[in-house]
């Protein structure tokens, strides 16, 4: 096995170690954020809907990004199975 393999993987796997180790509590959990959401949702983003208002409102370029990549995965799976099929003469 060559030493940068072996550096770099003991690095990964230290640096894993370590934040599985300083992860909060299950308990510790604070509910800031979601309490937030649940209460001021209607108010601020006018949806009834709390999940339609956090999915659209407070996380719309999470859910473009999320979006993107999924069109991205669908377009390359697209084209790499058009360029097998054995019928195009193209």
Sequence with gaps: MNKPFLLVSLTLLTMFILSV???PGFSSFS??????????????????????????????????GEETVLFAAALSVF??????????KK
């Design 21 to 23: 180790l300083f992860l």
């Design 31 to 64: 509910r800031k954020v979601s309490n937030h959401y649940v209460y001021h949702s209607l108010e601020e983003t006018k949806a009834p809907n709390v999940v339609s208002g956090i999915v659209w409102d407070y996380r719309a370029y999470d859910t473009l």
């Design 79 to 88: 084209t790499l199975f058009r360029k097998l099929h054995p019928g195009d």
